[in-house]
């Protein structure tokens, strides 16, 4: 078979269909990673790391795991010691 006037043989249409399944193969990759990086949603810290510390105790109040003078005792040794050292 004569394509733009070459003889192209078993070979040339393995090379040629070979090369098209990788060219359309980088192509979809490359759309799906545009399209992942375009869609991710922001990464907050906040939302990340759970509810802080005086959310938790705010929970064991409503709770009733524990009373109102051991909730205000503990939200004053939480608001005392400013926030936790990262390591």
């Given amino acids: 078979m004569f394509w733009y006037g070459h003889d192209v043989s078993g070979w040339g249409w393995f090379a040629m269909s070979a090369g098209m399944i990788l060219f359309w ?12 990086a375009v869609n991710r949603a922001p990464e907050d810290p906040h939302t ?24 205000q005792r503990r939200l004053a040794v939480l608001r005392s010691s400013g926030p936790l050292a990262k390591h």
């Fill in 25 to 36: 193969a980088l192509i979809i990759t490359a759309a799906v990673l545009l399209f992942r």
């Fill in 48 to 71: 990340l790391a759970g509810p802080s510390p005086e959310q938790l105790l705010a929970e064991r109040f409503a709770r009733g795991d524990i009373d109102e003078e051991e909730y």
